[in-house]
Structure formats: structure tokens, C-alpha cells
């Protein structure tokens, strides 16, 4: 990872809160829209799937976002970021095979796809809350 | 991060323990496969089938054990690796979820989510490797 802040750390913060902010609104209305008019509108099959995959745009604008910040975020920030993402990656691998055990041998309902993102946020949260907490 | 023994001594312990847990891993899978199949009692069945997770417990522990005696540029292509792991696997899981939902597409077992993030880490910590070198 290049890692020459041209900005100070505290900028590329701010930065980044409002590029989530503006990120996860359009997210929301394209969410909300699309889910709608393909409940009611009946769009055709290759429409059904670009408007499935449009919310997506707004979030890769969000991950783009986190690269910028970390390469110019200071080192602990960075390091919080980076470990609490992995440990994410961790936690996250072991509790997907657990549950895809039981969900295939045990007959345990099966989980929306999505439910993987929400997990490794999360886990990303709480794990960069603790380590940020333990450093301070 | 104090590492108590040599960089490379954690390396060969690491990989000791990975083969180790590997091979009881598909042991487990192997031997609990048949009596999964006769679909015994639910507790049995739940109880059976969280086995194989003990050695997966146990890789995961080795790999937090080995990123903190490796050395520093190890750690730090495995850390940015997983952390893109994380990011790539919550992007794909998020898209393929939508599509499941709004697009009718066919339902992804939840351990392809293990099997994406494995590879993405493999494939990533690969490149930043040759990058560093």
C-alpha cells in the first residue's frame, strides 16, 4: 500500500466521513428505488439484474474511499483499520463454514448472502473499537 | 506484538500445525460424512456437524499465533492481505446478495464465503508479496 499522505491525516478523515455520508444516502434512495420497481414494476430479466446490482455502485465508492483514507490516514489509525479488517476476515471465514455446516448437514435455515457484509462490518466495528480503546 | 521465538521457527511451527489441522479437518469431514447421511437425532446432526469447525478454531488461532511472531514485513503483507480479503468479500457477498433477493439468482451455500475470502487472501497476499520484494 502506497502510504505518502499528501494530506494531513485529520483532512483525510474528514474527507472520508463525508464521501461515506454522501455514499450510503445515494445507497439508500438506489436501494429503496430499485427494490420497489422491481416488486411492482416487472421489469424484464436483464433489467432485474442491473437494477439488483445498482446499489452496489455507492458502495464500491465507499471501499475506494477507505483505500484513499488508509493510505493517508497516521499509522495507528492505519494499523487499527488493517488489523480490525483482518481479524474481520478471521472471524467472519469461521463463522460462515460453522454455519454452512449446519445449515447443509444440520438443515439450519438458509442465510441471505447479504448477511456476510453486515458480519464483517461488525466485527470490523467492534474489533477497531477495542483495539482503538487498548492504544489510547 | 513481541515476538518470544525466530521469525522462521514460527514459520515451520505454523506450517506444522496448518498440515496438522488440515488433515483432522478432512478426517472429520470424512468420518462424521456417513452418520450425517442416516440424518440421526437434531442434536446429534448439530453436534456432528459443528466437528469439523474445532480444527478451523484451530487455524485461525495459528495464524493470529504466527502474525504475531512473524517479522515485520511478513505481518504486514498477511494483515493487508486479509484486510482486503474482508473489504472483497463483503463487496461480492453484498452484490451476490442482492442478486439472490431481487433477481432471483440461485442461493450461495454460506461456505463459499470461506472458500472466497481463503482465495482472495491467497491471491492478494501473492501480489503484495512480489510488490515488496
Avoid at chain 1, 427494490?35 to 452496489?56: C, D, N, Q, R, S
Avoid at chain 2, 521469525?7 to 511451527?13: D, E, L, V
Avoid at chain 2, 505481518?75 to 461480492?92: K, N, P, Q, S
Amino acid at each position: 500500500m502506497n502510504t505518502k499522505p499528501r494530506i494531513n491525516p485529520d483532512q483525510a478523515h474528514r474527507h472520508h466521513r463525508l464521501r461515506v455520508m454522501v455514499a450510503m444516502s445515494i445507497y439508500v434512495v438506489l436501494l429503496l428505488g430499485c427494490a420497489y420497481y422491481i416488486k411492482h414494476g416487472h421489469p424484464g430479466p436483464t433489467l432485474t439484474v442491473v437494477l439488483a446490482l445498482l446499489p452496489t455502485i455507492p458502495v464500491i465508492w465507499v471501499m475506494w474511499s477507505l483505500y484513499v483514507y488508509l493510505t493517508q490516514a497516521d499509522e495507528l489509525q492505519r494499523r487499527v483499520h488493517l488489523t480490525s479488517l483482518s481479524m474481520a476476515a478471521g472471524v467472519t471465514a469461521f463463522l460462515t463454514l460453522t454455519y454452512g455446516f449446519l445449515e447443509d448437514f444440520a438443515g439450519f435455515p438458509h442465510i441471505p448472502a447479504w448477511w456476510t457484509f453486515v458480519v464483517i462490518d461488525l466485527v470490523w466495528g467492534a474489533t477497531s473499537c477495542v483495539l482503538w480503546c487498548r492504544y489510547k | 506484538m513481541n515476538a518470544r521465538i525466530s521469525p522462521a521457527k514460527a514459520s515451520r511451527r505454523y506450517q506444522t500445525q496448518m498440515v496438522v489441522a488440515s488433515v483432522t479437518y478432512i478426517a472429520l469431514i470424512a468420518g462424521t460424512m456417513d452418520t450425517l447421511r442416516a440424518k440421526p437425532p437434531m442434536t446429534e446432526r448439530v453436534l456432528l456437524a459443528l466437528l469439523p469447525a474445532l480444527p478451523i478454531a484451530w487455524m485461525v488461532w495459528a495464524v493470529i499465533r504466527y502474525l504475531n511472531s512473524a517479522d515485520e514485513l511478513q505481518r504486514r503483507v498477511h494483515i493487508e492481505a486479509l484486510a482486503l480479503a474482508a473489504g472483497i468479500t463483503a463487496f461480492l457477498s453484498l452484490t451476490y446478495g442482492f442478486l439472490e433477493d431481487m433477481a432471483g439468482f440461485p442461493r450461495a451455500p454460506l461456505w463459499t464465503v470461506f472458500l472466497v475470502i481463503d482465495l482472495v487472501w491467497v491471491a492478494s497476499g501473492f501480489v503484495l508479496w512480489r510488490r515488496y520484494k
